[in-house]
């Protein structure tokens, strides 16, 4: 647990570094933060007082400041890094200050490739329904938490979404650890699926007790290593979820699982997962554009889509499904591409208007372009359009949305946008 009072937060628009800021405060400490832009994130944060400037410059620091805290995506020459440096002050990643701060917890830690936030958020609303007051810190915003990402309560509970880009939960000794699937992912950090699996083999070396669906691929080498193991698929409640989809059914069943091994009143825990009504862009209903209904979802990765896509089928199986898909970061489009374009036999149209760069990728050799990803998608059977941009992207849909669709809007990056312009 931290001694010092004052913080800066390099890039607390992030919604882990958000969480954060939120769960120190929550502790009494003085917070600051900066980032290169506005965004919803940092209104909400300057709405509850927290200091927040723009863009990132080392005058942005306060001179009472005695630890510095920066999102993994920050890059060594950022300016705000190098005044810490030369004041001397403790500077920490993300994970190392999250790993700090809950350093006296029993922290339960929801990890895998796909499903984290949505298992987190059902594990979360299962606790407080069952009159656990845990602190939690999740990757995106939840009604059960009044419109944030974070909560300080008074048990010795503490529930995070554990990402594993970087090895970044390598930082945590979890009392119990929840994963939800492994399969290939941040490949360009990780060098294959072997690698990934072993970054997952050490998180479970290092917690007391592990919760996994057996079904799950790879979870056989999870066993061999677990001090104690406990397995969902055991788990025989149904769930009448207002959350979509088998990938969410097995999501319930391990946040179930999750709460048996904590001992809570299950009744209780059932009844909050049932009530759990999804997270920001997590198949999330925005409202309707020329009579179609509209959803936003985060979905990245090919078995992402698939799922989202899947449970929107179950959900209106009437409806035209268009979805609206950007590419999240180059890397993964380039490794992922033939298994890309297989991801959408459940959508009838789809519309890629970008790709979402992210790291260091502006410089990249590969030549793979939106008009790739839509040329896949068509060599697989559906009708594909890339439409190169947002202001294209929104035209295009004018002309074509009609009364009674179903209107998808799906990637990690700033396709929200899209959402926002069309509801305006």
Known sequence: MFTENNFHFIGIGGIGMSGLARILRGFGKN???????ASPITAKLKEEGILVTFPQAAQNIPLATEVVIYTLAVKSDNSEMIEAQKRGLRILSYPEALSEAIRNKKVIAVAGAHGKTTTTGLLISACLEAGEDVSCLVGSNLRELNGVNARVGKSDWFIIEACEYK???LNFNPEILAITNIEAEHLDYYKDLEDYVEAFLTLAKQSRKVVV???EANMVEIQKVAKEFFDASEVVEEFQLQIPGNHNRRNAALAFKVCEVMGIDLLAAKKGMEKYSGA???FEYRGEFQSAKVYDDYAHHPTEIRATLSAARERF???RIVIV???HQLDRATKMLHEL???FSDADIVV???IYFVRDEADSVSKISGEDIAAEIRANGKEAYFTENFENTITWLKQNITAGDLLLIVGAGDIFHITEKLLD
Request: hydrophobic share 20%; glycine share 8%.
């Open 31 to 37: 917070i600051s933060g900066s980032d290169n832009e």
């Open 167 to 169: 090895r970044a939960f």
């Open 213 to 215: 669906d057996s079904r």
């Open 280 to 282: 920001w862009r997590r």
């Open 317 to 319: 199986p009437q409806s």
């Open 325 to 327: 898909y950007q590419q």
């Open 341 to 343: 374009g297989k991801s």
């Open 352 to 354: 890629i208007p970008n």
